[in-house]
């Protein structure tokens, strides 16, 4: 397992943009297919976006497609997740999750390294 630790989050209005950052500690995360979940009050933990290890592939969850960009920067060991025209509803605790040389995955099952989250708050 690597460990992983999110940052970014916040409060911001309708309309608005955040980028969240999710680093790691040891083996780098190149070698991880890297994902983004997000989980709201009362409600089960989702798929968001994410790549494979390789980096070629990326896929997100039809709500954030077109908003969202996950990306990752080798150099500093940290994969993003950029989102604007955020919404209300896009309102929850978001994680990032890494297995160790996925193909990618949609799964939350497929992930056996988790952030702590962080705490995406969007006002209308």
């Known amino acids: 397992q690597v460990q992983l630790v999110e940052s970014g989050g916040g409060l911001v209005q309708a309309g608005g943009s955040l980028r969240l950052s999710c680093g790691s500690s040891?083996?780098?995360?190149?070698?991880?297919?890297v994902a983004w979940f997000r989980q709201a009050p009362g409600k089960e933990r989702e798929f968001v976006g994410g790549?494979?290890?390789?980096?070629?592939?990326?896929y997100y969850a039809d709500s954030v497609k077109g908003r969202f960009t996950v990306s990752r920067d080798n150099a500093k060991n940290t994969v993003y997740l950029q989102m604007n025209s955020l919404k209300p509803e896009d309102t929850a605790v978001y994680y990032c999750?890494?297995?160790?040389w996925g193909a990618g995955s949609r799964d939350i099952n497929s992930y056996n390294s988790w952030g702590q989250g962080t705490q995406v708050t969007v006002s209308s």
């Open positions: 999750a890494a297995d160790p």
């Open positions: 040891g083996r780098p995360l190149s070698t991880y297919a």
């Open positions: 790549f494979s290890w390789r980096g070629r592939d990326t």
